[in-house]
């Protein structure tokens, strides 16, 4: 049959979104969902401090400053090691993989008025920065979380969007800040929590140190050293702010391109954990048998993208012709090998996202419907138009695009590739200047993370020019319900009325990926964050060769 070549690429693309931070996941509530699949090693019994944790990313990131990048490199490198945020998400034995049940970090407790409008955030008391110069050691108070507050609402990007729908931010002490929004939002703390909101000291949104390559934090590590496109060294912060925490002695980082090597170094005990595709795991499996194997559903997903300013993509069945013609199915069963659900607008594995069923029915694999939908449009015989997409990611989009680029001229559409470098393809799809596009999504933790920046006329990342009033007003509204059942019928909903008068983008699905730790390696329990707060939970057996 066609695209057989294709079969393999889906293990080794998911290999690098974990290798770059993306762990995927998410929970249809705030206790349920599914656990981590594979062999999850029993409980270990006390924690034993010590030891170095070694693990892998693919390439560096532009840049340490949290606020001034969205990328997940960067994230990774410092969001939950070296800064802290107000809350943070749950993980643990106990708690499922992508659970959005939110926690204390510097923040003890909080709570919001009757209407969802006023949150107040009570800080914890004695939490110190890191012993470096030139905030050196202070005491964290509520002025720096205000520093942060207005550094990241004056800068451009995702983290600024987050913060939209404050209106405003005090301190009436030390201790205590007051976020007032601009409308109802039940799920705020959920923001809040986000791997985005990092705290800085006010000396750092100041500029008295730089943020760009000496990150100074509350977090449990201290970043030591980077020595690009080597390691960064992390050490342990004698001050954390949880007694007995973390338990590592360090972390280092190291950046290993190659996925061979990746799984080599792994192989040869130089690796404590690895991402790794399906076709190599046995590989693995056969040298290192006892090796802990992860699965997990990714958020991120492949999304056909279509920009609604340029014709025919601002005539909406022209679009959901594109959606009729894909056949999504067959694309998840040839290169998504480890697993998958087809997703609508929010991912199924969401609160408020689409159950997989839902989302097949109402973005079918229809030709004679897409052909007359073309029809309709004015586009009987088709038309021809440019494709763009990145070898960014290594070959596994490059391949899901020509797989596109087959379907759609099954339908009369001529679709020729534009292969564009990362850094190209981002600028060009930012700046809003291709007709058509095949990439990965971000991976969003929320339904309305999801909505507010792709499907919001005012989004930070609608790159897509969606302008539609009534679903600006939907989106808006379901922040105000304070009933679960309620807002999650909203949600849903939504999910509809974007398939039925939008259909962009056009969502793939949601795709597992594999990660193999040491069998030292003990409570290693991720959340789909590009964050690594849960870093500070985990420590190494005495089997260790750092112990």
């Not at 002025?143 to 990241?152: E, K």
């Not at 190291?254 to 795991?281: H, I, N, W, Y």
């Not at 694309?331 to 839902?358: C, N, R, V, W």
Request: with cysteine; hydrophobic share 40%; glycine share 8%.
């Amino acid at each position: 049959m066609k695209r057989t070549s294709l079969t393999a690429v889906g293990g080794a693309l998911v290999s690098l979104l974990l290798l770059a931070g993306c762990f995927g996941g998410g929970s249809k509530d705030d206790g349920g969902g599914a656990a981590p699949s594979g062999s999850i090693p029993a409980d270990a019994g006390t924690p034993e401090p010590g030891g170095t944790f070694v693990w892998n990313t693919t390439t560096e990131p532009p840049t340490l400053d949290p606020h001034k990048s969205a990328s997940a490199l960067t994230q990774l490198a410092v969001s939950g090691l070296v800064y802290s945020k107000l809350l943070e998400f749950k993980t643990g034995r106990d708690t499922p993989y992508g659970s959005m049940t939110v926690q204390s970090d510097l923040a003890e407790k909080w709570e919001h008025s009757a209407d969802a409008k006023t949150w107040t955030f009570t800080l914890r008391k004695g939490v110190k920065f890191h012993n470096k110069a030139p905030v050196n050691g202070r005491e964290f108070t509520s002025a720096d979380v205000l520093c942060t507050v207005d550094r990241i609402k004056n800068l451009p990007g995702v983290q600024k969007a987050l913060l939209e729908v404050v209106d405003k931010t005090t301190a009436p002490d030390a201790y205590t800040v007051v976020f007032n929004l601009k409308e109802a939002y039940v799920a705020f703390d959920e923001t809040v929590a986000n791997y985005y909101l990092s705290i800085l000291p006010c000396e750092g949104t100041r500029g008295e140190f730089d943020l760009a390559t000496a990150p100074i934090g509350t977090g449990p590590f201290i970043l030591q050293s980077w020595t690009r496109d080597v390691e960064k060294i992390y050490v342990k912060n004698p001050n954390y702010f949880i007694a007995g925490k973390p338990y590592l002695d360090g972390i280092r980082m190291v950046t290993m391109k190659d996925p061979a090597a990746q799984v080599a170094a792994f192989r040869a005990g130089e690796l404590d954990s690895t991402g790794v595709s399906d076709s190599l795991l046995p590989s693995v499996l056969s040298s290192n048998p006892n090796a802990q194997v992860r699965l997990n559903m990714g958020t991120y997903q492949g999304h056909i993208v279509m920009n609604q300013s340029v014709k025919p993509f601002d005539d909406y069945r022209v679009r959901k012709a594109v959606s009729l013609a894909f056949d999504r199915q067959g694309m998840g069963e040839s290169l998504s090998t480890d697993g998958f659900k087809l997703s609508g607008p929010i991912p199924p594995i969401l609160f408020g996202g689409l159950p997989a069923e839902e989302a097949a029915k109402l973005a079918p694999f229809n030709r004679a419907d897409a052909k007359k939908l073309l029809a309709e449009a004015g586009y009987p015989n088709g038309f021809d138009i440019t494709l763009t997409t990145t070898d960014g990611y290594g070959p596994a989009i490059v391949n899901a695009a020509q797989w596109i680029q087959q379907d759609l001229k099954e339908v009369g559409i001529n679709a020729t590739l534009r292969i564009l470098d990362y850094a190209t393809w981002f600028s060009t799809w930012a700046s809003e200047d291709y007709q058509i596009g095949y990439s990965l999504s971000s991976a969003f933790l929320t339904a309305d993370e999801w909505l507010s920046s792709y499907y919001l006329s005012t989004g930070a990342r609608n790159w897509f020019n969606i302008n539609d009033p009534k679903l600006d007003a939907m989106i808006i509204d379901q922040r105000g319900i304070l009933d679960r059942d309620k807002r999650e019928a909203a949600l849903l909903e939504i999910n509809r009325y974007i398939e039925k008068n939008i259909s962009n983008p056009v969502m793939t699905y949601s795709s597992n990926g594999i990660t193999v730790q040491q069998p030292y390696v003990h409570d290693w329990w991720p959340h789909p964050e590009f964050g690594a707060s849960w870093v500070k939970n985990m420590w190494l057996g005495p089997e260790s060769p750092s112990k």
